[in-house]
């Protein structure tokens, strides 16, 4: 009987410290879409975003700069600081995401906005019911990732339409693979007893913010082979 208390306990303080981590990664989806939206309904932010190259790029370094800044330095920041920070990064990417509007229609953005939801969705339930251990992927993932930053960079001064839809392709494999990975990192997380930990919101807001960006890049990637537009 007591194993038993012990094992419903352990699994109400699972299922709170997911909720948490899915709770802000979606709060944070919010506010990216929410200003994203905003910031296209209105045509004088965008001349101020788009119509100046400084302040575009400035806020594409701004945010590269914060996320970079956040994933190293989150475990010394308060949990308020963290979360502000986090909460700070979306509306920056919100900003810039609004570009899409200007590209794509909204039946297309919308498509692949449930698209992606549909294929997260499932790679969030496979992390944490399958039984292998993904860890072992992880290393494979993170050099995949690394080829797939270096070949969109070294893309944009080679301009090849081949190399851009290999890498919009494999990025799609890449960020579906990671969905799973980090969602069982974060199971694994939970039944650490991480929750019980003095960092448990900063815990938290690190797995959001995986789960976050894996969401943004899946959702960029599947929009350019849905819109088919570059």
Do not use: C, H
């Not at 306990?9 to 989806?29: E, H, P, S």
């Not at 190293?72 to 509306?91: D, E, N, P």
Request: cysteine-free; hydrophobic content about 55%.
């Amino acid at each position: 009987m007591a194993d038993a208390y012990r094992q419903q306990a352990t699994d109400v303080r699972v299922n709170a410290f997911i909720q948490n981590v899915y709770g802000w990664m979606t709060a944070a989806l919010a506010v990216t879409g929410f200003v994203a939206l905003a910031v296209s309904r209105s045509p004088e932010v965008q001349s101020f975003i788009f119509g100046s190259r400084f302040v575009f790029f400035g806020l594409i370094i701004g945010q590269l700069v914060l996320v970079m800044w956040l994933a190293t330095r989150i475990m010394q920041l308060s949990a308020q600081t963290a979360t502000v920070v986090f909460i700070g990064y979306s509306v920056l990417n919100g900003l810039t995401m609004s570009s899409i509007f200007l590209v794509y229609a909204d039946a297309t953005i919308a498509q692949a906005f449930f698209v992606t939801a549909g294929v997260f969705g499932i790679m969030t339930v496979y992390g944490f019911v399958t039984k292998t251990d993904l860890t072992r992927f992880g290393n494979l993932l993170g050099m995949a990732l690394l080829g797939f930053i270096i070949a969109s960079v070294v893309n944009l001064f080679l301009r090849s339409e081949g190399l851009y839809w290999i890498v919009t392709y494999a990025g799609v494999v890449i960020f579906t693979g990671l969905v799973a990975y980090d969602s069982q990192r974060i199971k694994e997380m939970a039944r650490s007893g991480a929750d019980e930990s003095p960092v448990a919101q900063n815990l938290a807001i690190m797995g959001a913010l995986r789960l976050y960006l894996d969401f943004i890049n899946l959702f960029l990637l599947l929009l350019r082979i849905m819109g088919r537009r570059r």
